[in-house]
Structures are given as C-alpha cells and as structure tokens.
C-alpha cells in the first residue's frame, strides 16, 4: 500500500498552529522550510512561510493569487548579474582604446 507523504501535512499543521496562536489583525509567525516542491493551498493564505534557497530562507507571504504555484517559485536561489561596463579586451572595438 502506499502511504500519504507525511512533511507537507506537518508544514500545514505547523502553519494551523502558528495562525491560531498569533494575535488577531497580526500576520502568524514565520514557518521555514526546505519543502520548496510543495503546492500553496488555500488553507494556507496568510500565512507567513520561510522558503529555503540554498543559503538562506525568504521570507514569504502566502496570498490568495499564490494557490496552485510552488513555493520554490517565490525564493529566487540565485543572484541576478548586475552587469557593469566591459572590461578590457572584451571587445575587438577595445583594441583602439588608449591606455591613458
């Protein structure tokens, strides 16, 4: 027989438990986790969840237009380039630049 996966039910129940305890018109404390296969559930929404990376967890905050999107869609795990100027010999133009 095969049997449910346990982790995304103890995320959820985690979650539950977090939104119970946490004072009313104020967002629940912060869950991580590593579980960034699992699919956001409308149970879930107002949630507050911390999505592992690889180096560090973002935080993230569950909303409605989230459901049915992983939650690793919204922890980027790597850094986008900042591209500066070129450098020199990057380009066959930079041959004909004087080095002051």
Same mark, same amino acid.
């Given at each position: 027989?095969?049997?449910?996966?346990? /982790?995304?039910?103890?995320?959820?129940?985690?979650?539950?438990?977090?939104?119970?305890?946490?004072?009313?018109?104020? /967002?629940? !404390?912060?869950?991580?986790?590593? $579980?960034?296969?699992?699919?956001?559930?409308? !149970?879930?929404? =107002?949630?507050?969840? =911390?999505?592992?990376?690889?180096?560090?967890?973002?935080?993230?905050?569950?909303?409605?237009?989230?459901? =049915?999107?992983? $939650?690793? !869609?919204?922890?980027?795990?790597? /850094?986008?380039? $900042?591209?500066?100027?070129?450098?020199?010999?990057?380009?066959?133009?930079?041959?004909?630049?004087?080095?002051?």
């Amino acid at each position: 027989t095969k049997k449910k996966k346990k /982790k995304p039910y103890a995320l959820i129940k985690r979650l539950r438990k977090a939104k119970k305890e946490a004072p009313t018109g104020e /967002k629940p !404390e912060a869950i991580r986790t590593h $579980l960034r296969n699992m699919i956001v559930v409308p !149970e879930m929404i =107002g949630s507050v969840v =911390g999505v592992y990376n690889g180096k560090s967890f973002n935080q993230v905050e569950i909303k409605a237009e989230m459901i =049915g999107h992983y $939650l690793g !869609e919204f922890s980027i795990t790597y /850094k986008p380039t $900042l591209h500066g100027r070129p450098g020199i010999g990057a380009t066959h133009s930079s041959r004909f630049i004087p080095l002051r």
